[in-house]
């Protein structure tokens, strides 16, 4: 009986030193595709009626200036109607130039947000960025 000797590195497999990176491929799919399903998910949009606030009231400026947009949309500057265009001129009297001065803004409650919104696009296309929205102090949030 002969038998040869042969070496055994020969027979052997070499050892592989890399990182074998498909597990990691299949890991990462998968995790993109939760993903992408659970993205739209949190995007939803669903009609929400926000309720009124009972915070404790912030301390106001010895003279606020309030903006009022009423019923009808018309917009008030203290006590005096103004147009839309006059906002920026007429706040710049008021505040003497001063754009970091707060400005309260207070809307009746029929006024829809979009209108909402756009006087206060308004107020920051005139520069004024630090503005407050007014509510009735102590109200109860509504059902």
């Keep these: 009986m002969g038998k040869s000797m042969r ?4 027979d052997d497999l070499e050892e592989n030193h890399e990182i074998n990176v498909t597990p990691f491929i299949d ?4 995790l993109l595709i939760i993903f992408m399903v659970a993205a739209p998910l949190s995007t939803v949009d669903i009609p929400v009626d ?3 606030s009972n915070a404790a009231p912030v301390d106001r400026a010895p003279e606020p200036i309030y903006v009022t ?3 009808d949309l018309t917009l008030s500057l203290a006590s005096e109607a103004i147009n839309r265009e006059n906002l920026g001129a007429k ?3 008021l505040t003497n130039g001063d754009r970091t001065q707060r400005i309260y803004l ?3 409650e029929t006024v829809a947000y979009g209108k909402l919104m756009a006087v ?3 107020l920051r296309a005139s520069g004024y960025l630090h503005v407050a929205l007014v509510g009735i102090e102590g109200a109860p949030a509504t059902p």
């Design 69 to 71: 947009v009423q019923k």
């Design 106 to 108: 207070r809307a009746d």
């Design 50 to 52: 926000l309720p009124g």
């Design 7 to 10: 070496d055994k590195t020969g």
């Design 120 to 122: 206060m696009n308004l």
């Design 27 to 30: 890991v990462m799919l998968v």
């Design 91 to 93: 706040l710049d009297t």
